[in-house]
C-alpha cells in the first residue's frame, strides 16, 4: 500500500469544490454502509463470475466465429474489466467511505471505470449502426461486413476509450479529509499556478464532466437513435415493397380450377399457395432477431444504469457556484456509481434470456445457448435454426443434444 500523505496536496493549491469536500464528515453511517456493502459484495462476485463464463463461452467455445460473436466478446471484456474492480469499490465502502488502498489502484480502478464507460458507448453505438446498416444498405453489408473488420472497429473503440481515459489517470489522487478518512478524487489543482487556480479548477471540473457526458451518453444514445429510425423506416419499406410484389405475383398467376383426382398421399399445391408461402419465408439478410432483442435490452440498461450517474457530474459542476448542492454530490455519487456497476453485471443475464428457448439450450450446453444468440440471420437455415442443424438431412442433434421423440420440433433450433 503506498503511502497516501505523499498525496496529500498543498491547501493552497487545492480547488475550492474539493476543499470543501475534505472538511464535510458524510456518508458514516455505519448500519447504511454495511447493507451498500453486501449488496456490493454480492454483485461483485456475481459480475466477475457472470461475464468469466460469457467469455470463455464466446472466446472459446462456439463453433463458429460471426460478427454477432465479436461485439458480444468485446462487451463482456468491457464489462469483465469493471467488475473486477468492484471489490477495490466495495472495499472503499466497507472502510466508511475511506480510500485505504493507495494511490495506484486509486488511479487504476477510475481508469477501468471510465475505460469501461467509453467502450460500452462506442460497441453499444458500432452495433446499431451495423444493424441499420445490415437493412437500409444490404448490399454494402454483403459486400464489406466482415469478423474482421469487426474486430478493427472494436480495436478503434478500444483505442478512443483509452485516450478519453487519461485525463481522468492523470488529475486522480488520494487525499486525506479534515475526519482522517482518505478520499480518492480528483485533484484538478494540479499542474496548475495560484494565480489561475480557480480558472484552471472550473475550467477542467466543467470539461471532464460535459466531455463523459457527450462523448459516453449523449452522442451514443444519439446514434442509436439515429440508427434505429432507419432502421425501422427501412425495414417497413421493404416489408411494403415485398407485399406489393406478392401481391402482382399473385394476380398474375394462372389458376386452374379444374377438379383434378385428389391424391390423398400428396398435399394440394397451387402457384398462389408457393407465392405465399415463399413470401412468408423471408427474412432479412444478416438478422437475428433474438441478437436484436438482445441490442435493444442492453441499450435500455446502459441508458438506465448511467444516466443517473451523469445527471449527478453535472450537478457536480453546478456546486463550483452553490455550494449546498456538494453535500448532495457526496451522498448522490457514491449510489449514482453503484448503478453503474449494475450494468456490467445485468448485460450477462440479458446475454442468457435474449437467446431463444432459453430454458431448453441451458439445460443442453452453454455453447448452445451462446450460439443461438450470435448467430447470423443471413445464415439460419429455414425453420430459424441457426445452430448448424440440418432439418433437410433429417439429423435431430447438434452437438449431442439429442431430439427428443414428443417434441416435434428440435428444442435446439432457435
Known sequence: ????????????????????????????????????????????????????????????????????????????????????????????????????????????????????????????????????????????????????TAWKVCALGWLWATANTVPYLIFRAVMEKLDHRKLCYYHFGMYSSPGNLVRDCRARQTATAVSKMILAFILPLGVIAGSYAIFCLSLSKRRKKRRKESTARLTGANFDFSDPKPNSNSKMSTPASSILQSSSKQTEPGLSHSFTKMVTSVISAFALCWAPYHILCLIEVAALDW????????????????????????????????????????????????????????????????????????????????????????????
Not at 459480475?47 to 458480444?72: C, D, M, P, Y
Request: charged letters at 10%; glycine letters at 8%.
Open 1 to 148: 500500500m503506498s503511502n497516501c500523505s505523499s498525496s496529500l496536496p498543498n491547501p493552497s493549491m487545492m480547488c475550492p469544490l474539493l476543499a470543501t469536500m475534505l472538511n464535510h464528515s458524510l456518508n458514516n453511517n455505519a448500519g447504511a454502509n454495511l447493507l451498500v456493502v453486501c449488496f456490493h459484495g454480492f454483485i461483485s462476485c456475481l459480475g466477475i463470475l457472470e461475464n468469466a463464463l460469457v467469455l470463455w463461452v464466446v472466446g472459446f467455445r462456439l463453433h463458429r466465429r460471426t460478427v454477432s460473436s465479436v461485439w458480444v466478446l468485446n462487451l463482456a471484456l468491457s464489462d469483465f474489466l469493471a467488475t473486477l474492480t468492484l471489490p477495490l469499490f466495495t472495499h472503499y465502502l466497507h472502510s466508511s467511505h475511506s480510500w485505504e488502498l493507495g494511490d495506484h489502484l486509486c488511479s487504476a480502478q477510475s481508469s477501468v471505470f471510465f475505460l469501461n464507460m467509453f467502450v460500452s458507448a462506442f460497441l453499444l453505438a458500432a452495433i446499431s449502426l451495423d444493424r441499420c446498416l445490415l437493412v437500409a444498405r444490404p448490399v454494402w453489408s454483403q459486400n464489406n461486413r466482415s469478423v474482421s
Open 323 to 414: 455550494d449546498p448542492l456538494i453535500s448532495l454530490v457526496e451522498v448522490g455519487l457514491p449510489i449514482a456509481t453503484s448503478f453503474t456497476f449494475l450494468n456490467p453485471v445485468l448485460n450477462p443475464v440479458l446475454y442468457a434470456f435474449s437467446c431463444p428457448n432459453f430454458c431448453v439450450r441451458i439445460r443442453q450446453s452453454l455453447g448452445a445457448l451462446m450460439d443461438g444468440l450470435v448467430e447470423e440471420g443471413g445464415t439460419a437455415i429455414s425453420g430459424g435454426g441457426g445452430l448448424g442443424l440440418s432439418i433437410r438431412n433429417g439429423v435431430g442433434k447438434w452437438k449431442g443434444c439429442k431430439k427428443s421423440p414428443s417434441v416435434t420440433v428440435d428444442p435446439c433450433s432457435s
